[in-house]
C-alpha cells in the first residue's frame, strides 16, 4: 500500500533527529509518522487507524489517552510542575511508592524512583554493590545477566544484557558473565511455560565456581524476557535460580521493567511464576507510558542496612539518585495509571483473557512453515522466523512493515515478532491482528 501523505517534515528536519533504536536510514525514505492515538489505536499522517499491537513498547497496556490519566496529569502540571528530587518532598512520591508496594510481593516495599528502565537497572545494580559494601563484602562486585537478556541502554544494562547486537559496537562493560537462555531445542511451541530447560539454571553454579561467590554481587534476568524474543521461563528454573542465589549469598534482582503491572495476567511477573527476587526493576506501564518513570522495589532488610549506618541522620545514606526521581508529573500519572489498572479489574481480565490469545497466537503455526517456535504467556507472544538469507531480522522487519501498512503496529527483536496487546484487547481484534499477520507471513512465500 502506498502512503497518502509520507510526512510534512522536510529532508533536513527529518535527518536532524537521530531516531532511537531505528533504522535511520530507511526510516527517513518512508517515515511512519503517527500523529495521534486513542484507545487501542493510533492515527497517521493518512488518517489510518492503526492497532497498537505492541501497547506502545510494552507501556500502555491501558490503550491512549486514558481520561484519568490526562486529568491528573494536566491538573498536576498547573499545582506543581517540578519539584527539586533532593532533599525535600512532595506528597504524591510517599502515596505512589505505597500503591506500587501494593502490587509488589510482600516484602519488597522499599521503593527508589528513577526516570526509566535503563535508570533502575543502574540503580538495582549499584545498590546491590553497595549493600555487600556495606555488609563488609567490598569484593561482590561482579554481575551475572543472561544470553538474550535486555537491561536497558545504559552501560550498566548492556553489560549484564545479553543481545549481542545491543553489545559488540561499545567495547568493555561492566564485569559481567551470563547464563545460557532458555530457549531449549524440544520446547518449541509450548504454551506458556515450557517442561523442559531448567536445568539451565545449573549454570549459574558453574559461574560461581568459576568466578566465586565472594566476588559476585547479583544476578539479574527478567523474569519473562521481552526484547530477547518474549521467552517464558520454564517451569522451575527461577526456583532454582533462587534457591542457589540463597546458598551462595548473592542477590537475585528481577528485571520487570515489562512484567511488572498486569502484562503477565499477575500484579508481577515474580507473581505470575511464584518466585520472590530481592530487588525489582520497573518503569513503562507504571506511568502507562504517559511520562518517563521508573522504579525499584528493594526488599526491607537491604533499605534497612543503609538505614543503619551509624552516622549522623543529615548524612546521605546512599550517594545516588537522579534529577527526576519521583518527578510530580510522573507521579500524578502513576498514580493515575495504577488506580486505573485497579478499577477496570484489569489483571484478572488479563488472566481470563489469555487461554483465548493463546489459541489465537498458535494458529498461526499451521499454514506457516516459516515460523519456528511461538510463545505467549498473559496478553504476550513471540513468533519466531526462520533466517532468509542468512540474516535473522530480515523476515521480520518486513513483516513488521506490512503489518503497518494493513494498519497494525507490531515490533520485532531479531529473528522475532513481539506482540503485546493492551489489557482491555477484545477476542474479534485479536482475531484481525492475528489474521493480518498471518497474511504478512504468506507473503513472505510469495
Ligand atoms: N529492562 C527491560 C526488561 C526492558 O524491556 C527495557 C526497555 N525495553 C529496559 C530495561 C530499559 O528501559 P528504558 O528504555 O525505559 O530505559
Redesign the pocket.
Same mark, same amino acid.
Given at each position: 500500500m502506498s502512503h497518502i501523505v509520507k510526512s510534512r517534515l522536510t529532508q533536513a528536519q527529518l535527518d536532524a533527529h537521530w531516531m532511537a533504536y531505528t533504522g535511520n536510514r530507511q526510516f527517513k525514505k518512508d517515515p511512519r509518522i503517527i500523529v495521534s492515538a486513542e484507545g487501542r489505536y493510533y492515527t497517521d499522517l493518512d488518517g489510518r487507524k492503526i492497532f497498537d499491537g505492541l501497547s506502545g513498547?510494552?507501556t500502555c497496556g491501558l490503550g491512549h489517552s486514558v481520561p484519568s490519566i490526562n486529568e491528573a496529569v494536566a491538573n498536576q502540571v498547573k499545582t506543581l510542575d517540578y519539584s527539586p528530587a533532593f532533599q525535600f518532598g512532595h506528597e504524591k512520591s510517599f502515596l505512589l511508592a505505597e500503591k506500587i508496594s501494593e502490587f509488589m510481593p510482600s516484602g519488597l516495599n522499599r521503593i527508589f524512583f528513577t526516570g @526509566?528502565?535503563?535508570?533502575?537497572?543502574d540503580t538495582a545494580l549499584k545498590v546491590a554493590r553497595a549493600y555487600w559494601r556495606k555488609k563488609g563484602m567490598g569484593t561482590k562486585t561482579k554481575f551475572i545477566g543472561r544470553a538474550k537478556g535486555?537491561? %536497558?541502554?545504559g552501560i550498566s %544494562?548492556f553489560s549484564v544484557g545479553g543481545i549481542p547486537a545491543n553489545r559488540t559496537l561499545y567495547g568493555q562493560g561492566l564485569e559481567s558473565y551470563h547464563l545460557p537462555h532458555t530457549q531449549v531445542p524440544g520446547s518449541e511451541f509450548s504454551k506458556g511455560m515450557a517442561d523442559i530447560g531448567k536445568e539451565r539454571a545449573d549454570e549459574l553454579l558453574n559461574l560461581i565456581t568459576m568466578h566465586d561467590a565472594s566476588n559476585i554481587a547479583a544476578v539479574i534476568v527478567?523474569p519473562m524476557? %521481552? @526484547?530477547g524474543g518474549v521467552i517464558i521461563p520454564p517451569k522451575g528454573y527461577l526456583q532454582r535460580l533462587r534457591e542457589i542465589c540463597d546458598q551462595h549469598n548473592i542477590l537475585l534482582i528481577f528485571?520487570e521493567?515489562?512484567t511488572a503491572f498486569g502484562r503477565m495476567g499477575a500484579q508481577t511477573g515474580s507473581e505470575a511464576f511464584g518466585v520472590i527476587p530481592d530487588a525489582i526493576?520497573m518503569?513503562?506501564q507504571v506511568t502507562n507510558g504517559v511520562i518517563?518513570m %521508573?522504579a525499584v522495589a528493594f526488599k526491607q532488610e537491604i533499605y534497612d542496612t543503609f538505614m543503619d549506618n551509624g552516622g549522623p541522620d543529615y548524612m546521605l545514606e546512599i550517594p545516588h539518585g537522579y534529577t527526576y526521581s519521583a518527578h510530580p508529573i510522573a507521579c500524578a500519572a502513576g498514580l493515575a495509571s495504577l488506580e486505573e489498572i485497579k478499577q477496570q479489574n484489569l489483571i484478572a481480565r488479563v488472566k481470563d483473557m489469555s487461554p483465548v490469545w493463546e489459541n489465537c497466537v498458535h494458529q498461526l503455526r499451521d499454514a506457516n512453515p516459516i515460523i519456528t517456535d511461538i510463545r505467549n504467556y498473559g496478553f504476550a507472544a513471540g513468533i519466531t522466523i526462520a533466517p532468509v538469507d542468512g540474516e535473522p531480522s530480515k523476515r521480520p522487519f518486513q513483516i513488521a512493515m506490512s503489518m503497518w501498512d494493513k494498519g497494525y503496529y507490531v515490533r520485532y527483536g531479531a529473528d522475532t515478532i513481539q506482540l503485546a496487546p493492551p489489557f482491555a484487547t477484545e477476542k474479534a481484534e485479536m482475531d484481525s491482528l492475528i489474521n493480518a499477520l498471518g497474511d504478512s507471513l504468506q507473503e513472505q512465500n510469495q
Open positions: 513498547l510494552w @526509566s528502565g535503563s535508570e533502575s537497572v535486555y537491561h %536497558g541502554a %544494562g527478567e524476557s %521481552g @526484547s528485571d521493567v515489562i526493576t518503569a513503562k518517563p %521508573g
